[in-house]
């Protein structure tokens, strides 16, 4: 277990250096000037190249790359050229909705999936099979932004049940703002509870087909036992491989469905920054979201050798 984990420690490791050399350079070879931008076009030469050596930006690349790994690994991830304010604030403060709405997303993905997909599986080329498959098929071409209107559009506009967009804050309490949440997390989910059902319906379809499967049956176990019992926890494989995917592009998709429902989460602080050539807290809020689908995929590794210990042998 040990040489497995080292091995998979090894590869994040190289893959969050990796990853952040990708973002430096291609942010370095983007088009204008961050300091002109703030300045405006009317500003003069030498303020904008005062600005220039106020932010840092004229410095060699080499010489503002490592500063910047170094202020990651120290927490000083620099200060926001548009908002002068230190980016770590501006980043833990969006994360504070980002990561629930992701959890929340991914918690509705999960047991809709689960439970359809085993519902289809148990029911293979019956009703209930095809039922499911078609409303999967129709999830999967819905956009997740489309349906987030709609959902405004019912539930908000007609019904009047839920805020239209915007976020109270948790030192409102809890329950507004998970209700805040809830349409958001509702039209992410949609897609990937479409996708995972159909992941989850074709492993159970191919262990259900093992011979053990068949033993269980034999010796008298349900077949709700031995759907929950066996089947479950050998089709789980492939299952959480796509939902630590998913989880992942949660976390990195919410830019578009965060400015539908005018969330100030991480999704917009980009779209924000972008707008603003803020480049510096677009450096770090990459690198961040990549950073938490590396680990994300580095717990799924992990995950893998619980479930099936025969991972830990041939990875050893």
């Not at 949660?250 to 429902?261: R, S, Y």
Request: proline share 4%; with cysteine; hydrophobic share 55%.
């Amino acid at each position: 277990m040990s040489v497995f984990l080292f091995k998979r420690l090894i590869t994040l490791v190289a893959t969050l250096i990796g990853a952040s050399m990708v973002v430096f350079l291609v942010l370095e070879v983007l088009p204008g000037n961050a300091a002109q931008m703030l300045m405006g076009p009317d500003a003069s030469p030498e303020a904008v190249q005062a600005l220039a050596v106020k932010l840092g930006i004229d410095r060699p690349a080499v010489e503002r790359y490592w500063g910047w790994i170094t202020g990651m690994l120290t927490g000083d991830l620099g200060l926001s050229y548009a908002y002068s304010t230190p980016v770590g604030e501006l980043v833990l403060e969006r994360l504070a909705l980002t990561v629930p709405l992701a959890l929340i997303a991914m918690t509705i993905t999960s047991v809709l999936a689960l439970v359809a997909g085993i519902y289809a599986a148990a029911r293979h080329n019956k009703l209930g099979d095809v039922g499911v498959m078609g409303l999967t098929q129709l999830g999967i071409a819905i956009p997740n932004f489309w349906f987030a209107i709609l959902l405004i559009l019912l539930f908000s506009v007609h019904l009047r049940w839920f805020s239209a967009g915007g976020f109270p804050g948790w030192d409102e309490g809890i329950l507004p703002a998970l209700l805040a949440l809830l349409l958001p997390a509702v039209s992410l989910a949609v897609v990937q509870s479409a996708i995972l059902t159909r992941i989850t319906r074709s492993a159970v379809l191919e262990v259900l087909r093992e011979d053990f499967v068949r033993t269980a049956r034999a010796k008298g176990v349900s077949q709700r036992g031995t759907l929950w019992g066996h089947v479950l926890r050998n089709a789980m494989i492939p299952v959480i491989t796509v939902m630590g995917l998913q989880f992942a592009e949660l976390l990195a998709g919410t830019i578009v469905v965060e400015n539908v429902f005018y969330l100030p989460g991480l999704g917009r602080l980009i779209f924000q920054s972008i707008s603003n050539r803020d480049l510096i807290v677009v450096r770090n809020c990459v690198m961040l979201l990549a950073a938490m689908v590396v680990c994300v995929n580095f717990i799924v590794d992990v995950l893998y050798a619980v479930i099936d210990p025969r991972l830990k042998a041939t990875s050893s």
